[in-house]
Nanobody, 123 residues
Framework: VQLQASGGGLVQSAGSLRLSCAAS????????IGWFRRAPGKGREGVSCHTSSEGGAYYADSVKGRFTISSDKSKDTAYLQMNNLKPEDTAVYYC?????????????????WGQGTQVTVSS
């Protein structure tokens, strides 16, 4: 099981980025993807996670209305669309895969992790 996160970069405040998480050696038909981030000096937090096979999703309060999680199972790729970015969104973003439905966006439920992609938002 491998995950490859990409799409990070430097963007100005109010800008947008779309992160991608490509899965290899497994299919998203049986795994749910979550996005997490670690800001400088802070612990890793759940940003957005698929919570059901019907497209349900969890969003952290800090990103609600700005971020959208999605997936394209035909490509075994998940995405995190991030709009209206703020400097406080600066972090390394990770995607992770959980076997089956997850109850919450807790990193303990995720068995496989990508390497992370840096997102930097300038003010």
């Amino acid at each position: 099981v491998q995950l490859q996160a990409s799409g990070g970069g430097l963007v100005q405040s109010a800008g947008s980025l779309r992160l991608s998480c490509a899965a290899s050696r497994f299919t998203l038909d049986y795994y749910h993807i979550g996005w997490f981030r670690r800001a400088p000096g802070k612990g890793r937090e759940g940003v957005s996670c698929h919570t059901s096979s019907e497209g349900g999703a969890y969003y952290a309060d800090s990103v609600k209305g700005r971020f959208t999680i999605s997936s394209d199972k035909s490509k075994d790729t998940a995405y995190l669309q991030m709009n209206n970015l703020k400097p406080e969104d600066t972090a390394v973003y990770y995607c992770a895969a959980a076997p089956g439905v997850v109850a919450s966006c807790s990193e303990d439920e995720y068995a496989y992790w990508g390497q992370g992609t840096q997102v930097t938002v300038s003010s």
